[in-house]
């Protein structure tokens, strides 16, 4: 199979390039995820001593806390990523790592509350960093055959694990280190500085423009036309537009439809679109709640039937899980997708989440137990543990960047920003009721001594992510699996499928709900 590496027109050094600047991007996400989570393993800590918080509601103020931020995100998700599509993507992702950076600092400063949360508030509504990201490499890559294509979604899954890793890992070590008598800021400020270091690499070495892979001009590439061609079917401009019927004219994006309410009416109108907006928002409740509750379970007394970790001990649990996830994006992700191609690989990934979920509070049984006689049992726990952390690290890396790469691959190219902004604000608003709910039936179920029924509710909804995925006709299947191909209408000529060499015509669309599609063989 074709590489992106082998296409003639990129020589040595335009592949280096545009790999440096996936890099660049890779890197602003893994930014954004260490200021956001550095603080994970001691936010628990933080609210009962610093805020002078009950046991009791610490669970529902730790998810009113982290689901703040996604509640700004969701807010701000659909303008970021439509103003990344008219002012490019390099000035919305600078603006979101030199906010979030900056939060992050005053968050270690706060003493109350209500001050923490407006901060996180702040953060929010100036980072779409996910989306945009999202939405670049979408621009990047849509020339790749479908596997490498695969592989740079799942470094972008990689880098926001690394991330996770290492803030976790800075948490856990540095926390408690006083500056001024305040322990919570050192890890924060460590985060800014990441923050503001690439940030500068961003202005420095990222272009200005929204940058398309070179072999293409922007109309060759919006519709698939080989080089030569252009000459036999003009590119589309609001003069030829306005120049046809409405009927020659209804594949064409108008003046009047490339507005950011228009193009959201249009995604409205995609069946496909909104059931993988559905899976979307239901695998991102799960995820958040999921981290709220290893995070909640951890540390929790033993007397509550936790496992009684300290800010350190949970700080170790997220760095493994961290760890898992990048090597498996790295070196086991490309071996599973071609196994298993697009779709099945997602399926994989939701049992496997579920799976883990519920297994999660075996090691809390394994602790009691084990201190009911009187023996060490740290050894026996923290092994149960790590082997369900894992699974989870495998299970949610697996479904993260396949499920990015569905949705890219069935939105309108030229409109990814907003298609992927308008996800990041469904995923935001999941992710901002998630922990807020989550938290409040943790707490109730704590103040019953029973925290693993959570575990089981969410493990629920990893296995209605299932259903509803294994429930796409063949057609959807096809339409998630490679990405999709416009042509400008009825007449044109027929468009090369450039990824493969082949001659094979791509359908004329002579409706927007429509879509061609590349079929590369079978569909696994």
């Not at 293409?216 to 003009?234: A, F, V």
């Not at 209605?464 to 096809?478: G, H, I, K, P, Q």
């Amino acid at each position: 199979q074709m590489k992106e590496t082998d296409d003639p027109k990129l020589n040595s050094l335009e592949r280096r390039q545009l790999w440096f600047r996936l890099l660049i991007v890779f890197s602003i996400v893994a930014s954004d995820v260490i200021c956001l989570s550095v603080t994970m393993p001691f936010i628990p800590d933080m609210i009962r001593h610093r805020f002078g918080i009950s046991e009791e509601w610490v669970g529902t103020t730790t998810g009113i806390l982290l689901g703040s931020f996604s509640l700004a995100t969701f807010v701000s998700g659909p303008f970021i990523g439509h103003f990344s599509d008219i002012y490019g993507r390099k000035r919305m992702m600078m603006l979101g790592v030199a906010t979030t950076g900056l939060c992050t600092a005053l968050f270690g400063m706060t003493s109350t509350y209500s001050v923490a949360v407006l901060v996180r508030l702040l953060g929010g509504l100036t980072n779409g960093n996910v989306g945009v990201a999202k939405a670049f490499i979408s621009d990047m890559t849509l020339d790749w055959p479908s596997e490498t294509r695969s592989i740079a979604f799942a470094y972008f899954g990689a880098a926001f694990s690394f991330a996770r890793a290492l803030s976790s890992a800075l948490g856990g070590l540095t926390y408690g280190i006083p500056i001024q008598g305040n322990p919570y800021l050192l890890p924060c400020l460590i985060g800014a500085a990441i923050s503001v270091f690439v940030m500068l690499i961003t202005w420095v070495f990222l272009p200005d423009e929204q940058i398309i892979p070179p072999s293409r001009t922007t109309e060759q590439q919006r519709h698939k036309m080989p080089d030569g061609l252009s000459n036999i079917t003009p590119p589309v401009t609001p003069e030829l537009v306005s120049s046809r019927t409405s009927d020659e004219t209804s594949s064409l994006p108008s003046p009047d439809d490339r507005g950011m309410m228009a193009g959201l009416r249009l995604i409205a109108s995609d069946p496909l679109l909104l059931r993988l907006q559905m899976i979307f928002a239901l695998n991102s409740f799960c995820n958040s709640i999921t981290v709220l509750y290893i995070m909640l379970f951890q540390t929790l007394p033993i007397e509550y039937f936790g496992l009684g970790f300290t800010s350190k001990e949970a700080g170790v649990s997220f760095s493994y899980f961290g760890a898992v996830s990048v090597v498996f994006q790295l070196v086991f992700f490309k071996s599973v997708h071609r196994r298993f191609g697009v779709y099945r690989t997602y399926l994989l990934g939701t049992l496997l989440a579920c799976f883990a979920v519920l297994g999660m509070p075996v090691a809390s049984v394994t602790y009691i137990v084990g201190a009911m006689e009187a023996h060490t049992t740290k050894v026996l726990t923290w092994s149960v543990l790590f082997f369900f952390i894992g699974v989870m690290g495998v299970g949610m890396m697996t479904c993260l960047p396949v499920l990015g790469m569905m949705l890219s691959n069935a939105a309108d190219p030229t409109r990814q920003g907003l298609t992927q902004g308008a996800s990041l604000a469904v995923e935001a608003f999941i992710r901002a009721i998630g922990p807020v709910l989550g938290g409040i039936v943790f707490s109730f179920f704590v103040n019953f001594q029973m925290p693993y029924v959570p575990m089981v509710l969410i493990s629920l909804g990893y296995l209605a992510c299932w259903r509803v995925s294994s429930s796409m006709s063949e057609a959807d299947r096809l339409k998630v699996s490679e990405p999709r191909r416009i042509v400008p209408g009825p007449g044109s000529v027929p468009a090369l499928d450039l990824a493969n060499g082949s001659d094979e015509e791509i359908m004329d669309i002579t409706d927007p709900s429509e879509l061609s599609y590349r079929n590369k063989g079978r569909l696994r």
